[in-house]
Nanobody, 120 residues
Framework: QVQLQESGPGLVNPSQTLSLTCTVSGGSITTNFYYWGWLRQPPGKGLEFMGGISYAGDTAYSPSFESRTSISRVTSENQFTLQLRSVTPEDTAVYYC????????????WGQGTQVTVSS
């Protein structure tokens, strides 16, 4: 059973960089052909796809986040990370990491989510 766990600071100052890590257990992030990504849900709004990274290390981003988002991985730790730059209070949300069966497929395994608040 694959399990995903998000970690990172719960409070970030405006204009700073939000950094989150997703630690995966029960399966390798390099296994063909899985896709690992990030979603978020701002308060009172729907889920927003941010981007992801493939089993091979290729990244893709939603146009809404591409200019200020980076997703990377640490294969030795079986982790992948999210960095969101120049955050504003509008980036306050619950952030989720997920695994899908491939690019364009719906998330199948999810982390429990982590609340991130952007505030001074």
């Amino acid at each position: 059973q694959v399990q995903l766990q998000e970690s990172g600071p719960g409070l970030v100052n405006p204009s700073q960089t939000l950094s989150l890590t997703c630690t995966v257990s029960g399966g390798s992030i390099t296994t063909n052909f899985y896709y690992w990504g990030w979603l978020r849900q701002p308060p009172g709004k729907g889920l927003e796809f941010m981007g992801g990274i493939s089993y091979a290390g290729d990244t893709a981003y939603s146009p809404s986040f591409e200019s200020r988002t980076s997703i990377s991985r640490v294969t030795s730790e079986n982790q992948f990370t999210l960095q969101l730059r120049s955050v504003t209070p509008e980036d306050t949300a619950v952030y989720y990491c997920f695994r899908a069966d491939g690019w364009g497929q719906p998330p199948w395994y999810w982390g429990q989510g982590t609340q991130v608040t952007v505030s001074s």
